[in-house]
């Protein structure tokens, strides 16, 4: 049989795959339709799914993965549904899919793979491609020895090498191992300045602004929930990964309150640990946001499974944000979330929405596309004393001269007094306010006295 060919394109457009996968007792995936995710991931890279194949096992056969029985059932597979590809629901080591390759005759890629290759293709931005360059970079660095698997016949098959016996095939592994690590060292250092970046403009942001984050499964909604929020424009699309970058835009709450809305990229399950990394700049967003709104479509059968993700999923993330920040002597803590029961007009009943709001009370059922449901302004309603914070009645004295400190004052608070200052050119009002304001106006710089309830300074009697 002749050796396989070097692996140099992993592109898939319009190509006749069969989608194949091990189910061991410890695999998450949806028992109604174990391969929906990956048929519709296989279908957004371009390629036409024809055929499935599964197999049980209490643990993956080292070298295949799959049995070797099964290995020649998905042979035969192919051949009769004339599929040139096969794509396996799990992360495989490089030997793994050469074996497979060997024994099927036919391209094989992992999910990582599939799952960068649609990144690839949806990314716009400087930014988004730079994120997927690095992620490409990543998962193919400790898998060239497999991309050169000829240098078996360069170096022997005995595997006897030692001077004399490297051929050009290995000196160009070689060469590629350090173009591949210079380049990764590039784009880490470009990245970080963008995430250095980032860190900056959120924490700035938050100077001035409550922030708020989307956050969920891809295809969850939270681009036309976004778009329905505030002018933002973000691209929206019944399809997974369809934002790969973070858009921010103010959202008018009513009342004299705004915040500042931010959308996120999508998670998914079993998410390579690449693209998470290089995409850790778009997910800075929500990582220092003040309250994270978590989207889920709870007319997808796996909601459970969806659900379970993106909470492990932001685990992990704010894991890792809090050991950095503890590096770097800052304080920081998780934001609080909101569950948010996205698409609530695709279900037949309301069961499915009583039953999550049985095991998450707090959880706000709407229909994301229409800004008329009432669940928006019960969403409006819960930002707005996220906002305020627990409300006190307080009396703050503000110089003056600061007017803009008093003009927000009196846009965000209940005044219910005022007392004007000759002598040191100020200001008491007596505000029923929430305390999370009074902070920011603080932490913003302002220059407030809070007098203690019952106590006033002398004042005039201009009013």
């Known amino acids: 049989m002749p050796a396989p060919k070097e692996r140099t394109e992993i592109r898939i457009q319009s190509e006749r795959v069969v989608v194949a996968a091990v189910r061991l007792p410890d695999s998450t995936y949806d028992r109604l339709d174990p391969f929906g995710e990956l048929r519709s991931l296989a279908e957004q890279a371009g390629a036409v799914v024809v055929g499935e194949l599964t197999q049980s096992l209490d643990r993956p056969v080292a070298g295949t993965y799959m049995g070797k029985g099964k290995l020649e059932e998905l042979r035969g597979l192919c051949e009769a549904l004339d599929a040139r590809t096969i794509i396996f629901d799990h992360e495989l080591s490089p030997k793994q899919i050469a074996n497979i390759e060997e024994a099927t005759g036919r391209k094989v890629l992992d999910r990582s793979?599939?799952?960068?290759?649609?990144?690839?293709?949806?990314?716009t931005t400087?930014?988004?491609?730079?994120?997927?360059?690095?992620?490409?970079l990543e998962y193919t660095y400790p898998r060239l020895r497999a991309m050169w698997d000829h240098l078996e016949r360069i170096v022997g098959r005995a595997g006897i090498g030692g001077i004399g016996?490297?051929?050009?095939g290995e000196q160009q592994l070689e060469i590629d191992r350090r173009l591949a690590q210079r380049k990764r060292l590039d784009l880490q250092s470009r990245l970080a300045e963008i995430q250095a970046r980032k860190r900056r403009?959120?924490?700035?942001?938050?100077?001035d602004f409550f922030t708020v984050g989307l956050v969920g499964y891809t295809n969850a909604g939270k681009s036309t929930l976004f778009n329905a929020l505030t002018a933002g424009g973000a691209y929206a699309d019944d399809?997974?990964?369809?934002?790969?970058?973070?858009?921010?835009r103010q959202w008018d709450l009513g009342g004299g309150l705004s915040v500042m809305l931010s959308d996120t990229v999508g998670f998914v399950r079993d998410l390579p640990t690449n693209l998470i990394a290089s995409f850790r700049a778009t997910l800075e967003e929500a990582t220092h946001a003040d309250l994270l709104l978590v989207v889920l479509d709870v007319a997808d059968q796996a909601a459970q499974l969806q659900h379970a993700t993106v909470t492990q999923t932001l685990g992990d993330?704010?894991?890792?944000?809090?050991?950095?920040?503890?590096?770097e002597g800052a304080e920081w803590s998780p934001p609080q979330t909101v569950l948010l029961l996205n698409?609530?007009?695709r279900l037949k009943d309301n069961r499915e929405v009583l039953a999550w709001?049985?095991?998450?009370?707090?959880?706000?059922?709407?229909?994301?596309?229409?800004?008329?449901?009432?669940?928006?302004?019960?969403?409006?309603?819960?930002?707005?004393?996220?906002?305020?914070?627990p409300i006190e009645d307080l009396r703050l004295t503000v110089p003056l001269a600061d007017a803009r400190t008093i003009h927000t004052i009196e846009n965000r608070a209940e005044v219910l007094d005022r007392a004007y200052h000759d002598a040191d050119a100020s200001v008491t009002l007596h505000v029923r306010i929430g305390r999370r304001q009074l902070d920011q106006l603080r932490s913003a710089g302002a220059r407030i006295r809070v007098e203690d309830d019952g106590v006033r300074p002398p004042s005039t009697a201009r009013r």
Do not use: C, M, Y
Not at 113 to 123: P, Y
């Open 113 to 123: 793979e599939l799952i960068l290759d649609i990144f690839a293709s949806r990314a």
């Open 126 to 136: 400087h930014e988004a491609k730079l994120q997927v360059e690095l992620a490409q």
């Open 165 to 168: 016996t490297r051929g050009p």
């Open 201 to 207: 403009e959120v924490r700035e942001r938050k100077v």
């Open 239 to 248: 399809r997974p990964f369809a934002t790969l970058i973070s858009r921010t």
């Open 317 to 327: 993330i704010f894991a890792e944000v809090e050991a950095r920040e503890r590096r």
């Open 343 to 345: 698409k609530i007009d």
């Open 357 to 389: 709001q049985s095991t998450h009370p707090e959880a706000i059922a709407l229909v994301g596309r229409d800004p008329t449901h009432p669940g928006h302004e019960a969403l409006r309603e819960r930002v707005r004393a996220a906002v305020r914070g």
